[in-house]
């Protein structure tokens, strides 16, 4: 969120269900977003098939957290993955990089606490001109 952040959370071995995603993800997190920012809230996810089970679809109706409109397939649009690009460079440029799964979650929270907030920031401001561009493509690629 603007101006603020939580660690990097990293789950554990296994695959993320609707279950996981609940208990890990949206009852610690994003319970706690929506009730610092009251009815401003707007959360985006990315429709991976965890985020729209009935499950997760149940708990934001029961915690009344309004889900934004999101096109399937429009990673120039999904913030994350310029997150996930900074910390594959960051891991990249160490001089001992990661060798152990214990060395690789180290490392991304490591360089996840040393992402600058003003990156954040950035990149969640850029949304309307983001989605503005993808309307004037037509859901093609942005071309940056």
């Given amino acids: ?8 959370h990293i789950f554990d071995a296994g695959s993320v269900n609707g279950t996981r995603y609940c ?23 990315d429709n991976a098939p965890c ?13 009344d957290i309004e889900r934004m409109d999101w096109p399937a397939r429009s990673p120039d649009l999904n913030r ?17 990089p990661p060798v152990t799964i214990r060395e690789l979650r180290l490392a991304l929270q490591d360089e996840g606490a040393a ?4 990156l954040i920031d950035t990149l969640i401001l850029s949304m309307g001109r983001r989605c503005e561009t993808c309307l004037a493509v037509r859901g093609d690629h942005i071309p940056y």
Avoid: K
Avoid at 23 to 45: A, C, H, K, S, W
Avoid at 80 to 96: K, M, N, P, Q, Y
């Fill in 1 to 8: 969120m603007l101006g603020s952040r939580t660690d990097l």
């Fill in 23 to 45: 208990n890990e993800i949206l009852l610690p997190y994003v319970r706690l977003f929506r009730g610092t920012m009251g009815l401003q809230f707007l959360f985006m996810d």
């Fill in 51 to 63: 985020h729209r089970t009935v499950a997760a679809e149940q708990l934001l109706e029961s915690e």
């Fill in 80 to 96: 994350i993955e310029h997150v996930w690009d900074f910390l594959g460079r960051r891991l990249a440029a160490r001089t001992l």
């Fill in 115 to 118: 992402m600058p907030q003003q």
